[in-house]
């Protein structure tokens, strides 16, 4: 069982940043490929960006593309997610998700096996 705890989402103007971070439990965390989702009221939740375990590979849905970054620490078991040049269409809960199958498509909500509570994000205009 892995535990996910989101934090960083809050109310920023467009234009603005923000930086959301996941804490997660286990010892093997190290081990997971991680992702960012993000779903928006009466809307399909949706990818944002993903790591693989080693750091080594980013992706990101084109959405996120050259405003987000997504990185991770392991020795503190954090991985996180930097928005800027935020728009009001990125207001939305965001979720962070741990997938345990190694080579998983990241981009697939079905990939992953455990979510955080999720925080929210919203942009005012």
């Known amino acids: 069982q892995v535990q996910l705890v989101e934090s960083g989402g809050g109310l920023v103007q467009a234009g603005g940043s923000l930086r959301l971070s996941c804490a997660a439990s286990?010892?093997?965390?190290?081990?997971?490929?991680m992702g960012w989702f993000r779903q928006a009221p009466g809307k399909e939740r949706e990818f944002v960006a993903a790591?693989?375990?080693?750091?080594?590979?980013?992706y990101y849905a084109d959405a996120a593309l050259g405003r987000f970054t997504i990185s991770r620490d392991n020795a503190k078991n954090t991985v996180f997610l930097q928005m800027d040049r935020l728009k009001p269409d990125d207001t939305a809960v965001y979720y962070c998700?741990?997938?345990?199958?190694?080579?998983?498509?990241?981009?697939?909500?079905?990939?992953?096996?455990?979510w955080g509570q999720g925080t929210q994000v919203t942009v005012s205009s």
């Open positions: 998700g741990v997938c345990r199958t190694l080579g998983a498509d990241l981009r697939t909500r079905s990939s992953y096996d455990y």
């Open positions: 286990g010892r093997t965390f190290g081990s997971y490929d």
């Open positions: 790591i693989r375990w080693s750091g080594s590979r980013t």
